[in-house]
């Protein structure tokens, strides 16, 4: 049985809330780290953490791992608009899934962190540089991993529920048998046959 309507709101409400919360922790941890960056990292002056990975303060114009870099700040704040939209439409569909309000909140929280770098210096500030990859920072990180974290919530196979179970072959097996046709009526000639020879 579903439950009520009043409770399916509740659950939805619920889900809004908890992706609003883990949006606003990814954005305040972004924030941080990239201050901390700022603060501690002199530019054009990298820092090895080990064997291909460096610190390395850099502004980005375009959107995550570089891409897009100089297409301008209308473009991409359109595009990030359109993108966020869809995706809130889309949870809006499925917020009754469990867990789905934790990789959406990461994907909106990495959004709003790069947006307030570019709002704030008209870029967005990276310094994770990999040597085989474009340097990026927290929200890149956190964007991706809720992106991949939606495809695997929200498109992966429902639990059967436990009532279901067991409604299968062993229902059929444990169903009583129905009686034969003609099961528990006198055989002809038998009791009939019997009275003609006493008399």
């Given at each position: 049985m579903g439950g009520s309507p009043e409770a399916g709101s509740v659950s939805r409400l619920r889900a809004f809330a908890l992706a609003a919360l883990v949006l606003a922790v990814v954005a305040a941890l972004d924030q941080a780290t990239k201050a901390l960056a700022l603060a501690s990292l002199a530019p054009g002056q990298p820092e090895s953490v080990f064997f291909g990975l460096d610190l390395s303060v850099?502004?980005?114009?375009?959107?995550?791992?570089?891409?897009?870099?100089?297409?301008?700040?209308?473009?991409?704040?359109?595009l990030v608009a359109i993108a966020v939209g869809v995706l809130l439409v889309f949870f809006a569909a499925r917020a009754d899934r469990p867990l789905l309000w934790l990789p959406i909140g990461m994907v909106l929280g990495g959004a709003a962190g790069n947006l307030i770098d570019r709002g704030r210096i008209g870029a967005v500030v990276d310094f994770i540089d990999p040597s085989f990859w474009p340097a990026f920072n927290l929200a890149d990180m956190s964007i991706v991993l809720g992106v991949l974290g939606v495809l695997y919530v929200a498109e992966g196979r429902k639990e059967e529920p436990e009532a279901t179970r067991g409604t299968g072959e062993e229902g059929a097996s444990a169903a009583p048998s129905s009686p034969r046709p003609g099961a528990g009526r006198p055989r002809a000639g038998g009791e009939s046959a019997h009275c003609h020879d006493s008399s």
């Open positions: 850099s502004r980005n114009t375009g959107i995550a791992f570089g891409a897009l870099a100089g297409a301008g700040d209308a473009v991409i704040v359109a």
